[in-house]
């Protein structure tokens, strides 16, 4: 029974999640990809407290997926060191990531999480409509 009760409530969290990103500026979804990375993140510190390796690992995984898109997005073009230093950063924190999954490191875990929230409020600060 709780296969049946999960699967419409999944199924309604991924249209929800999906019209958001319909409906959503390029703005708003790198936001949402930084509030993803931010929940995994998350996710990732409650699961390696409770010893759940495996979903410690799927969280990282995760993380390291959006991290990905986050620095596929960069405009080399336009974003001139920014992007650099950007592109940069994101590699530095795959690599944390990395380590943190592989050592089971909170530490590794708390200093994502605060880069990307650094990162986050950066982004969420800056006014789409003065580009």
Not at 19 to 24: G, K, Q, R, V
Not at 105 to 116: C, H, K, S
């Amino acid at each position: 029974m709780e296969a049946s009760v999960n699967s419409p409530v999944k199924q309604y969290h991924q249209l929800d999640i999906e019209t958001a990103i319909d409906a959503a500026t390029p703005h708003q979804l790198i936001d949402m990809l930084f509030k993803g990375a931010r929940d995994r993140i998350i996710q990732a510190q409650g699961m390696m407290e409770h010893g759940d390796m495996e979903g410690k690992g799927g969280a990282i995984n995760t993380c390291i997926d959006i991290v990905n898109g986050l620095q596929a997005s960069l405009d080399h073009e336009q974003g001139g060191d920014i992007a650099r230093n950007l592109d940069g950063l994101y590699d530095y924190i795959q690599r944390r990531l990395f380590r943190a999954n592989a050592d089971n490191d909170m530490e590794a875990l708390t200093e994502v999480l605060d880069l990307i929230t650094t990162l986050r409020g950066a982004w969420t600060s800056i006014d789409p409509a003065a580009g």
